[in-house]
């Protein structure tokens, strides 16, 4: 591999951040979750790849929580305060668009982590795929002990 976002998960997710970045940032402002687990359960659908309980998940979770809370969520924090202050400032605007970068490039090593679990998940051609991704985000949320019923944004996910 030349790159880290240079694999099939990284790839899906830009081609789907267009229609979908809205609904996923609301559901990341609003609800606290995490948009590359919401990713990753689009993407394994995509790839006929299902969650069949959230043990698949709960093993690894702590490693993925710990890579958003303690790297992703502080970058994103520092680029959002900025965000406020950089009108006027050409060297502030350098400077938010460098944390901007570094956050993307801590996302795309959380992606690569989660891609590296793909081979590892059942396939379930015979399911549809609309059933799949049901299925996977119902998964991720029982880690928080919740229902997809409980989010509404995850409806626009799951009609579009």
């Known amino acids: 591999m030349k790159n880290i976002s240079d694999h099939p998960f990284w790839h899906y997710s830009v081609q789907l951040w267009p229609t979908a970045g809205e609904t996923l940032l609301m559901l990341q402002d609003s609800y606290q979750l995490d948009i590359n687990m919401v990713l990753f359960c689009c993407w394994l659908?995509?790839?006929?790849?299902?969650?069949?309980?959230?043990?698949?998940?709960?093993?690894?979770?702590?490693?993925?929580?710990?890579?958003?809370?303690?790297?992703?969520?502080p970058l994103r924090i520092v680029r959002q305060n900025m965000k406020v202050m950089i009108k006027p400032d050409v060297d502030l605007q350098a400077l938010y668009s460098k944390c901007k970068q570094v956050e993307l490039y801590a996302e795309c090593i959380q992606q690569k982590r989660l891609f590296d679990l793909k081979n590892q998940l059942s396939r379930s051609s015979g399911i549809h795929s609309h059933k799949r991704l049901e299925e996977n985000l119902q998964q991720y949320l029982n880690l928080y002990g919740a229902?997809?019923?409980?989010?509404?944004?995850?409806?626009?996910?799951?009609?579009?």
Do not use: C, F
């Not at 969650?51 to 993925?64: G, K, R, T, V």
């Open 45 to 73: 659908a995509n790839e006929k790849r299902i969650l069949h309980s959230s043990d698949q998940l709960a093993h690894y979770w702590p490693e993925i929580s710990r890579w958003q809370r303690d790297v992703i969520h």
């Open 147 to 160: 229902n997809k019923n409980d989010y509404q944004m995850l409806q626009t996910l799951l009609v579009g």
